[in-house]
């Protein structure tokens, strides 16, 4: 069960907490290089003056707080610095950042971040099908916010789960625009009085893609702006540790009792697609070798063009040349390359079958 606590000067990670206090000096207190990926939603610097009202003249629930208000995009630039360089100590080498913003601040928040040494991989663009109207009309609708995904540097070998943002996607390359409804319903958290609990609170599947893409299993996330705690709850959800910081009191205690009740995943529900190049290599020989191709038996392309006869060693021989299954699909197409698990295929009761299911056999047998 999470619980508020204080942050404890370079203790161990306080995993699946939210502490209270300032998020710089919280993060400044925590190990460094200990975290794998921090979703970071500061305030955004709105600059909001005089109230905003709908045309049947109701007050419109802006967020006009203390804490998204500051003197000068100055001390909001020597702010966003501060939390950027802590977030930059904390995360491991391979480790990544998303940080999200609207107009007023994102571009602000990226050259500080560049400057500081973070590499940019996509900016994303949340696009919101349900965005709140441009009630005064002077200008567009203001109808998304921009994500950016950064590595801790240009060379972080940083978790992208490409094969399961395509899964995701209905089999297509999932795009960095990203169309999303904003919190409504019975996920925006409420007080007593039927008010917004937080004002920006975050809908969980925005945090569900932004999780499931660049993080894995028992992973750490941090959110040092954790408001009503939506990273938290997904985190938890996707059996991912999370450690939200988080000043206010009551947006602490709203956002503990929210992920209270979160039932996490069970470990078998958290397995997603996984990318080719992550699975196991199986050289051509192994297949040989276990029997499940004879020496001597002849391989052919899907069009039965072309014939190669396998060898003891795993080699194929074709009329003139001898190699490997790529070395030879790709001699007798006169290709440069050809991708041998993909082009030749041994026959069955007098069916083609790739011979990729058999290296997809001994892969499903080293996992077990």
């Not at 600059?47 to 006009?64: F, H, I, K, T, Y």
């Not at 590595?151 to 297509?172: G, P």
């Not at 206010?248 to 209270?260: G, T, V, W």
Request: glycine share 8%; proline share 6%; hydrophobic share 40%.
């Amino acid at each position: 069960m999470p619980a508020i606590e204080p942050a404890k000067p370079h203790s161990a990670l306080p995993l699946d907490r939210i502490l209270r206090g300032d998020c710089i000096a919280l993060m400044n207190s925590l190990p460094e290089a200990s975290v794998d990926c921090i979703f970071a939603d500061p305030p955004y610097n709105l600059q909001l003056n005089g109230e905003l009202r709908r045309p049947n003249d109701s007050l419109v629930d802006a967020v006009d707080d203390a804490w998204d208000k500051f003197d000068s995009f100055a001390s909001y630039d020597t702010f966003s610095e501060a939390w950027l360089r802590a977030a930059h100590r904390l995360l491991k080498p391979n480790g990544a950042l998303w940080v999200i913003g609207s107009y007023h601040n994102i571009f602000r928040v990226g050259a500080k971040l560049q400057d500081i040494g973070f590499w940019m991989l996509n900016d994303v663009i949340w696009r919101k099908s349900n965005p709140m109207p441009n009630f005064k009309g002077r200008r567009f609708t203001n109808a998304h916010e921009t994500l950016i995904w950064c590595s801790k540097n240009k060379d972080a070998k940083y978790t992208f789960n490409y094969e399961a943002m395509k899964a995701l996607n209905d089999d297509l390359q999932m795009r960095s625009d990203w169309l999303i409804p904003i919190c409504a319903g019975g996920e925006r958290l409420r007080g007593e009085d039927g008010g917004k609990t937080h004002p920006t609170q975050k809908p969980e599947a925005l945090l569900h893609r932004v999780l499931l893409s660049s993080t894995k299993p028992g992973d750490v996330v941090l959110d040092p702006f954790f408001g009503s705690g939506t990273t938290g709850a997904v985190a938890k959800r996707l059996g991912r540790h999370w450690i939200g910081l988080e000043r206010d009191e009551a947006y602490a205690k709203a956002a503990e009792r929210r992920i209270r009740t979160v039932q996490p995943m069970a470990p078998d529900d958290l397995d997603v697609t996984r990318s080719k190049k992550e699975e196991p290599r199986v050289p051509f020989g192994s297949v040989v070798e276990r029997g499940l191709l004879n020496p001597g038996t002849v391989l052919t392309d899907q069009s039965r063009r072309y014939t190669a006869k396998v060898r003891a060693d795993g080699s194929l021989a074709c009329a003139d040349a001898v190699g490997s299954i790529h070395k030879i699909g790709a001699h007798v197409q006169g290709a440069t390359a050809c991708n041998g698990w993909a082009f030749w295929h041994f026959v069955v009761e007098g069916e083609l079958r790739s011979i990729d299911l058999l290296r997809q056999k001994i892969r499903s047998e080293m996992a077990e």
